[in-house]
Every structure is written in C-alpha cells, then in structure tokens.
C-alpha cells in the first residue's frame, strides 16, 4: 500500500528518500516519486514501475536537504507516471505526497475549477495541493490546516513549500505517519523499516495532529492549533530483523524463522509446569475478559484465518461462545454489542483499514476492545482497550507467514489464560502449555522437509486449480494453504472444510486436480480417511499433511509431508508450515515475484 517518506535536516535528502522508499517496497506499490525543494523551486521526478527505475531518473548527489516522497498502489487514476505522487499545484510552488482517500475531492476539485485552477492528473490528491496553493498565506502549517479542514476523507499527508524550503508538514486522519528524531534532522514515514537505519528514536502522529519540522524544530498541533506533547518513544526492530539474512526472499526468511519468532513470542508468557500463562498488557482487563458472554474476532485476510482458529480454541479452552467476523463486513453491518461482549481485532499490522474501523465500530457500542497485534505503536494498536502483542519481529514479505503463526499461538496463550479462570484446570492447562512450548523445535523438523514440499510443488506445478481440505482444527489451516497458493503463484485454489467436498466441488475432481488433504491423527482422522478414498475414487491427486509414523496414509495419498505430533488443538501451527513452503516452491517454479505479487499489498490502509 502506498507509502510515504520526508526528509529535513542537514544532509543531501535524496539518498535518504531512495532509501526510505526502498524500505516500504514491501508494502506494495505500482509507482514512485520524489520531490525537493531547489533555489529554483520544487523540482519532481516519478514514475511508473519499480523504485529501482525512478533512480535512474535522478541525480542523488543533488544538494537540496529538505524532500518528500511516495510509493503509490493506485485508487484514484491508473497507475502511471502522470499520478504517481508527488503532486504540485500548477505553478510548481508546492508538492504533496497522500496515502489514503480524499471522498469529497469532486466537490473540492469543481470549486477550485470554478476558480480557474486547472488540474494536470485525475487524483484526489491533486486537489488537495492545489487548494494548498490556492489559499496559501505565507505559512504552510497554517495553510496546510486550513485546507485539511475542508477536507472529508483519510489522510496521511506531507507538504513542502519553495517559499519554505527548511520545513516539511505532515498531517494525519487515519493513515498512519511517524517522526523519527535524529540530530538535527527528521524522517517522517508512514512505517517504521523507512526510518530505521538513521534513527530509533519515533514520535507518532495521531488522528487530526499536524507535525511542522525544520532542522532544529518539531512542533505538533492539532488540527485547530492547539499544541500536543508528544511522547518519544524507541523503537524495538533492528534494521537486521527487517533484512535478508542469507535468504533469497523475505517469505523465505520469514517462514524459516518462525521457530526463533514462536519463541520470542511466548518467551516469559508462560509456565507450562505451573499452568499459567502472563500476559502483561492484558492484566487491567482480566476480570473483564474472564467474565465475557460473547467475544467477536475481527480481522480480514490471513489474519482471519488466524481467528478461525481462535473461535476453535476460545471455545474448546474458555468454553465462551465466540464469533469470527471479516472485519469488512462487521463495520457495515449493525453488530449486536450487548454487556460483556469482548471485541478482539487480530492484525499484523495494525494498520488494516476496515480492521481499525470494525475495532472502533465495537468501542462505541461499548464492547471491551482488545487487539493481537505485530507492529507496535501501530493505529490498531494505540485504539485498543488492552492487548496482546505478537512480537515476531517485522513481517516483509506480503504473504503473511510468521505473523500467522505469531497469531495463532498468541491465541492459543490468550483462550489457556481465561480457561484457567474459568474452568481449566492448573493439569490441562499444564499439558496444553508443554505443548505449545514444544512447538518451535518442531516446526524446526518440518522446515527440513523443504526439499519434499518443492517436490510436490514440482509435481503439481502445471495444475491450474488446487482444492485444500481440513476438518475442525484443520480447517482454516485449509484455508490459509489455499490463500497462500493463490496469493503468491497465481493458482486458482480454494480451501474448504472436507465434509463440504461432497456437496459440491467433488464434481470438480479429476486426475488434473491435486488436493492437499490436512490428515493429521485427531478426533476426525478416520472422516478425513473416507474424504481420501472419495478423491481417489474419482482420480484426484492427493498430497496429505500427515502425522509422522502414519502408514496407512503412506498407502494412500501419493505425496506425504509428516509433521510430529502434538494435541489437536495445536496442530494448525505446524500443518501451516509445508503449505507455506508448497506456495513459495509453486511461485518461484512459475517465475512469480513472491515478494511483491501483483495486485497485493501488504497493508491495506483503505478500503
Ligand atoms: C493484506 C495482506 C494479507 C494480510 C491482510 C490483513 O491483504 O496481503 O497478507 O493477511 O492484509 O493484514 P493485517 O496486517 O491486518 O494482518
């Protein structure tokens, strides 16, 4: 999703911004530019495609010290150099970058017509910097305000000016935007991994608040002036969490980490020999939590998926009914919010559009909101009552991976933490956690099987259709595998639960079909058995994800990925792992761009 960088300070801004931009690559994006301020005015390159391409374009020795920048993921006007950002009024005196939406632009845009301001692009965000310029008074702060009140929508915007060329202002509603502090100079970015090679040291911006920053001075209003303190707080990632480390990609990198990302995530959470489980930031609401009717998880994407499987847990563990909702759909729908229904936002980001929106939807019907969140200080993160944090380290790649996992076992301590106030005891709670704690080392023993998920990705690779199929627990991971496939090699591929196959898409399988069964030992195993012989019986290929020693599955799929065994209740976190490593062996085999795939974005801050 788009991206924003600004630079002010003392050094040559345009290495900087490069820089920056190259850091939010993984967002997603269809164009990029930069814009700085020269003696002769605003000076701005853009284009069309990949940043690498844009740096071609310019000079980066040039001397200007104050700039701006963007990488766009295209709303409003089709990706192409024209509306790439940023964008100038008509006489070159201000530039502008934008993330987000501006609803009312029309309105705006025939006012300012009316006016005789005539528009180069077909963007929402012209208008916006040419109403700057249309009404500017000789202080860009006090302009840029004045235009943001008129307008309706959301923003993460940030401005220079050739009259001021030492200032740079950003403002933000709903889209987010960060300062990092150096000496003598700040970064202002829409995500962190932009800022962090120069400093760790952030202040965010909230909705409505407007920052100006020159070389020696930052000063944060709100929109109606009036002065916000604002805390500095220190980031926690290293810029070596956010590179390569050896791996061809990040999805790579990410998948393999997921053991030491596991650990960082429960480490000092919990006590599998005492049963209990600590989670500091929801201490404050524990009595609430633990005498919720109802809970309600929101979230869209993989991170829905994570939900599925905490509907599963919150029941089986907490025993409290629980719903999963698409964060998308609950905004819009008149939700039911009665007394001691909690609202639980699950996100990676934390930046999620309709997931921030469904959170804040819940706060005020007066729901308990509660977030699982990764990135830290992020909007969903400072909108919640109290929550759980995943922390397993940034996630790049745009197919989630280890957030996934992060998800699901933040879950997992979550569903053990208010089930050992309810009714679990402290030996099942007990058993539970040494299974969980146990689950790093063995998702270590599955990534060693790699070499047989690409072989069945080899095997399958000209397939054009996949089905992927679970039952209880296995489920969602179904439809996770399948989201991955599709998401990232182009593969039309659908998850479902596998009693659903008969009433249906069994009249699809034939021996062009593989189908990935998810057949670990469990309560259904015999059920997933019969689903088998029902796909063989009509040709299709299976792939099972087995439990080790399982020999009867031997003789029946024709590829078998086995997993250790662990409670039932726990296996979607090492079943996850060989359809994770199937979908990035299908992509890389089909020449796909598993980083960046087309379309995707990694954060989707609108709607
Ligand atoms: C996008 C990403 C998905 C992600 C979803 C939710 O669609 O491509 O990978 O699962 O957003 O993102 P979140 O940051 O809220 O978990």
């Given at each position: 999703?788009?991206?924003?960088?600004?630079?002010?300070?003392?050094?040559?801004?345009?290495?900087?911004l490069?820089?920056?931009?190259?850091?939010?690559?993984?967002?997603?994006?269809?164009?990029?530019?930069?814009?700085?301020?020269?003696?002769?005015?605003?000076?701005?390159?853009?284009?069309?495609?990949?940043?690498?391409?844009?740096?071609?374009?310019?000079?980066?020795?040039?001397?200007?010290?104050?700039?701006?920048?963007?990488?766009?993921?295209?709303?409003?006007g089709?990706?192409?150099?024209?509306?790439?950002?940023?964008?100038?009024?008509?006489?070159?005196?201000?530039?502008?970058?934008?993330?987000?939406?501006?609803e009312?632009?029309?309105?705006?845009?025939?006012?300012?017509?009316?006016?005789?301001?005539?528009?180069?692009?077909?963007?929402?965000?012209?208008?916006?910097?040419?109403?700057?310029?249309?009404?500017?008074?000789?202080?860009?702060?006090?302009?840029?305000?004045?235009?943001?009140?008129?307008?309706?929508?959301?923003?993460?915007?940030?401005?220079?000016?050739?009259?001021?060329?030492?200032?740079?202002?950003?403002?933000?509603?709903?889209?987010?935007l960060?300062?990092?502090i150096?000496?003598?100079?700040?970064?202002?970015?829409?995500?962190?991994?932009?800022?962090?090679?120069h400093t760790?040291?952030?202040?965010?911006?909230?909705?409505?608040?407007?920052?100006?920053?020159?070389?020696d001075?930052?000063?944060?209003?709100?929109?109606?002036?009036?002065?916000?303190?604002?805390?500095?707080?220190e980031i926690?990632?290293?810029?070596?969490?956010?590179?390569?480390?050896?791996?061809?990609?990040?999805?790579?990198?990410?998948?393999?980490?997921?053991?030491?990302?596991?650990?960082?995530?429960?480490?000092?959470?919990?006590?599998?020999?005492?049963?209990?489980?600590?989670?500091?930031?929801?201490?404050?609401?524990?009595?609430?939590?633990?005498?919720?009717?109802?809970?309600?998880?929101?979230?869209c994407?993989?991170?829905?998926?994570?939900?599925?499987?905490?509907?599963?847990?919150?029941?089986?563990?907490?025993?409290?009914?629980?719903?999963v909702?698409?964060?998308?759909?609950?905004?819009?729908?008149?939700?039911?919010?009665?007394?001691?229904?909690?609202?639980?936002?699950?996100?990676?980001?934390?930046?999620?559009?309709?997931?921030?929106?469904?959170l804040?939807?819940?706060?005020?019907?007066?729901?308990?909101?509660?977030?699982?969140?990764?990135?830290?200080?992020?909007?969903?993160?400072?909108?919640?009552?109290?929550?759980?944090?995943?922390?397993?380290?940034p996630?790049?790649?745009?197919?989630?991976?280890?957030?996934?996992?992060?998800?699901?076992?933040?879950?997992?301590?979550?569903?053990?933490?208010?089930?050992?106030?309810?009714?679990?005891?402290?030996?099942g709670?007990?058993?539970?956690?040494t299974?969980?704690?146990?689950?790093?080392?063995?998702?270590?023993?599955i990534?060693?099987?790699?070499g047989?998920?690409?072989a069945?990705?080899?095997?399958?690779?000209?397939?054009?259709?996949?089905?992927?199929?679970?039952?209880?627990?296995?489920?969602?991971?179904?439809?996770?595998?399948?989201?991955?496939?599709?998401?990232?090699?182009?593969?039309?591929?659908?998850?479902?639960?596998?009693?659903?196959?008969?009433?249906?898409?069994?009249?699809?399988?034939?021996?062009?079909?593989p189908?990935?069964?998810?057949?670990?030992?469990?309560?259904q195993?015999?059920?997933?058995?019969?689903?088998?012989?029902?796909?063989?019986?009509?040709?299709?290929?299976?792939?099972?994800i087995?439990?080790?020693?399982?020999?009867?599955?031997?003789?029946?799929?024709?590829?078998?990925?086995?997993?250790?065994?662990?409670?039932?209740?726990?296996?979607?976190?090492?079943?996850?792992?060989?359809l994770?490593?199937?979908?990035?062996?299908?992509?890389?085999?089909?020449?796909?761009?598993?980083?960046?795939?087309?379309?995707?974005?990694?954060?989707?801050t609108?709607?």
């Open positions: 999703m788009c991206g924003i960088v600004g630079y002010v300070g003392g050094k040559t801004a345009l290495p900087i490069v820089e920056g931009l190259k850091r939010l690559e993984y967002r997603g994006y269809d164009s990029a530019g930069v814009a700085f301020v020269d003696p002769g005015g605003i000076r701005v390159t853009k284009s069309k495609g990949r940043i690498s391409v844009l740096e071609h374009q310019i000079n980066c020795s040039e001397g200007a010290t104050t700039g701006i920048a963007h990488t766009r993921w295209a709303t409003h089709a990706p192409n150099d024209v509306n790439a950002h940023p964008h100038v009024d008509a006489a070159g005196r201000f530039a502008l970058v934008h993330n987000g939406i501006i009312n632009y029309a309105a705006l845009r025939t006012y300012l017509s009316n006016q005789g301001v005539t528009f180069a692009t077909e963007t929402d965000t012209e208008v916006l910097v040419q109403l700057i310029a249309h009404i500017y008074d000789g202080d860009i702060e006090r302009t840029v305000k004045r235009a943001l009140r008129e307008v309706r929508g959301t923003y993460g915007i940030a401005v220079i000016a050739a009259d001021e060329p030492d200032t740079v202002v950003a403002a933000r509603n709903g889209s987010p960060l300062v990092g150096g000496d003598g100079e700040y970064i202002i970015a829409s995500d962190a991994s932009a800022i962090l090679s760790t040291h952030v202040i965010y911006l909230g909705d409505n608040e407007v920052v100006r920053v020159s070389p001075s930052i000063r944060t209003t709100t929109l109606d002036d009036i002065p916000v303190t604002k805390d500095i707080e926690e990632w290293s810029l070596d969490q956010i590179e390569l480390g050896g791996h061809e990609h990040f999805m790579m990198k990410e998948i393999f980490e997921q053991p030491d990302a596991l650990r960082d995530c429960m480490r000092g959470r919990i006590v599998p020999e005492e049963g209990s489980v600590h989670l500091g930031g929801i201490t404050d609401v524990a009595r609430e939590l633990t005498r919720a009717k109802r809970i309600i998880m929101t979230a994407g993989t991170a829905w998926h994570a939900a599925l499987v905490g509907e599963y847990l919150f029941e089986d563990l907490a025993r409290i009914p629980t719903e909702e698409y964060a998308s759909e609950f905004r819009y729908r008149n939700p039911i919010i009665e007394d001691g229904t909690v609202v639980l936002a699950i996100s990676q980001s934390g930046e999620t559009a309709d997931t921030l929106a469904a804040n939807e819940a706060k005020e019907r007066g729901a308990l909101a509660l977030g699982a969140v990764n990135v830290v200080g992020s909007s969903i993160a400072r909108s919640t009552d109290a929550g759980v944090f995943l922390h397993v380290g996630e790049i790649g745009v197919a989630s991976t280890k957030a996934f996992s992060g998800q699901v076992a933040v879950l997992a301590m979550l569903a053990c933490y208010v089930g050992r106030r309810r009714h679990m005891s402290q030996g709670a007990s058993e539970f956690l299974a969980l704690s146990r689950i790093p080392e063995q998702i270590t023993t990534l060693e099987q790699d047989a998920c690409k069945v990705a080899a095997a399958n690779i000209s397939r054009e259709n996949w089905l992927y199929l679970g039952r209880g627990y296995q489920y969602p991971v179904a439809l996770e595998g399948a989201l991955k496939l599709k998401e990232i090699s182009y593969i039309h591929a659908e998850g479902l639960p596998a009693a659903e196959m008969k009433h249906g898409p069994i009249a699809l399988i034939t021996d062009q079909m189908v990935v069964f998810l057949a670990t030992r469990g309560t195993y015999d059920k997933i058995i019969s689903n088998i012989e029902e796909v063989r019986t009509r040709g299709g290929r299976v792939i099972a087995a439990t080790e020693g399982d020999q009867q599955i031997e003789r029946l799929a024709e590829w078998v990925i086995n997993v250790p065994d662990t409670i039932e209740s726990l296996q979607p976190l090492l079943t996850v792992i060989p994770q490593l199937i979908a990035y062996h299908a992509a890389l085999l089909r020449g796909c761009n598993v980083d960046k795939p087309r379309n995707l974005a990694k954060s989707v609108v709607e």
